[in-house]
T-cell receptor, first 112, second 113 residues
Framework: GENVEQHPSTLSVQEGDSAVIKCTYSDSASNYFPWYKQELGKRPQLIID?????GEKKDQRIAVTLNKTAKHFSLHITETQPEDSAVYFCAASKTGGFKTIFGAGTRLFVKA | DTEVTQTPKHLVMGMTNKKSLKCEQHMGHRAMYWYKQKAKKPPELMFVYSYEKLSINESVPSRFSPECPNSSLLNLHLHALQPEDSALYLC????????????FGQGTRLTVV
């Protein structure tokens, strides 16, 4: 079955710096890769996603890149702000599969 | 309406109690999910309903019993739970294709005493 590995488990950056979180997946049939942000005590919320026919996607300060050959994808947050502090989960799924496999999560701390 | 609504927000129950968690969405989504999330861990899939039929049961103990009365509602019936079942229970929904965005409810924080 699919396995998603996520690194690092904890990331601490200074406000204004960039943050990068990396994930690898095992199932080459996976074709949808969402990223969720979960603040303490709240629900996971989708912040960006990418499909396998696209190599990069950007939304303001957030970007995601996908390397299908290497089976890895990354989240890039630029100009980090204290409100970016949260746990970020990468995930992978495939069409019709109904299963989203989550990475273990990265706890991001942005220091003011 | 892009909300998935879960009730109750918090629940404390004894090991001999029977309780139910409820989830509702009005986005026309035909897939609904129950996840269990322990502290500092990712959500863990329990059940998937597609068009009101159970599609996936991830070997969940029978003390958890899901029910999908209609396309907008999803219940999780709880009976004879153990303290280790204490967790955040998240409901989610998506369009029937599983490569589209899943919307999560705010969860029910369950404590078994």
């Amino acid at each position: 079955g699919e396995n998603v590995e996520q690194h690092p488990s904890t990331l601490s950056v200074q406000e204004g710096d960039s943050a990068v979180i990396k994930c690898t997946y095992s199932d080459s049939a996976s074709n949808y890769f969402p990223w969720y942000k979960q603040e303490l005590g709240k629900r996971p919320q989708l912040i960006i996603d990418i499909r396998s026919n696209v190599g990069e996607k950007k939304d303001q300060r957030i970007a995601v890149t996908l390397n299908k050959t290497a089976k890895h994808f990354s989240l890039h947050i630029t100009e980090t702000q204290p409100e970016d502090s949260a746990v970020y989960f990468c995930a992978a799924s495939k069409t019709g599969g109904f299963k989203t496999i989550f990475g273990a999560g990265t706890r991001l701390f942005v220091k003011a | 309406d892009t909300e998935v609504t879960q009730t109750p927000k918090h629940l404390v129950m004894g090991m001999t109690n029977k309780k139910s968690l409820k989830c509702e969405q009005h986005m026309g989504h035909r897939a609904m999910y129950w996840y269990k999330q322990k502290a500092k861990k990712p959500p863990e899939l329990m059940f998937v309903y597609s068009y009101e039929k159970l599609s996936i049961n991830e070997s969940v103990p029978s003390r958890f019993s899901p029910e999908c009365p209609n396309s907008s509602l999803l219940n999780l019936h709880l009976h004879a739970l153990q303290p280790e079942d204490s967790a955040l229970y998240l409901c989610a929904s998506s369009q029937d294709r599983r490569d589209t965005e899943a919307f999560f409810g705010q969860g029910t924080r369950l404590t078994v005493v």
